[in-house]
């Protein structure tokens, strides 16, 4: 199997555990409502859904893996969800978002809010994609066509 279809396979299978993962069941309203909060309160919430969040993924990853005979190694999985993990924990502490928007000419996305549409969110979801991708890439360049 060639690396850019392990690539798409996994880039794809790390874009829906995300949204099963962020959004369903990687994440409790309280962690969502406190994994911001200054100092160890954050980071605690923060640290409980990073886990929960890549428990998720890595589950959807081996399902993957095992139906698709997908060729990846240890090595891989690990940069690639350690990568992951890293990012997901920074960005979701919310001001590298804020920073990153307040500095690229963006101050008024980082805090539009209404009628459904929310700049920091839609950019939160951006870089995490970002991410994911890099991620994707990792865990597929990493594993080079192993068997």
């Known amino acids: ?6 690539f798409a396979a996994i880039a794809a299978t790390l874009y829906a555990a995300h949204q099963l ?7 409790t309203d309280h962690q969502a409502a406190n994994k911001a909060a200054p100092g160890w309160t ?3 919430h923060n640290a409980y ?3 929960l969040y890549h428990l998720v993924m890595t589950a959807m990853l081996l399902t993957a893996v ?7 190694t240890a090595t891989g999985l690990a940069a690639g969800i ?6 997901h924990a920074i960005l ?7 920073w990153l928007l307040e500095h690229t000419r963006s101050k008024p996305f980082a805090r539009m809010a209404s009628h459904g ?6 950019a939160d979801q951006a870089l995490h994609y970002a991410c994911l991708w890099a991620s994707a890439l990792l865990i597929a360049g990493l594993s080079g066509g192993a068997s």
Do not use: C, E, K
């Not at 199997?1 to 392990?6: E, I, L, Q």
């Open 1 to 6: 199997m060639n690396s850019a279809t392990v």
């Open 21 to 27: 993962a962020d959004h369903v069941l990687g994440q």
């Open 42 to 44: 954050g980071w605690r």
């Open 49 to 51: 859904h990073v886990g």
């Open 66 to 72: 095992a139906v698709l005979d997908l060729p990846l």
């Open 82 to 87: 350690g990568f992951s993990a890293v990012t």
């Open 92 to 98: 979701d502490r919310r001001w590298p978002v804020r």
């Open 117 to 122: 549409i929310n700049g920091m969110y839609l």
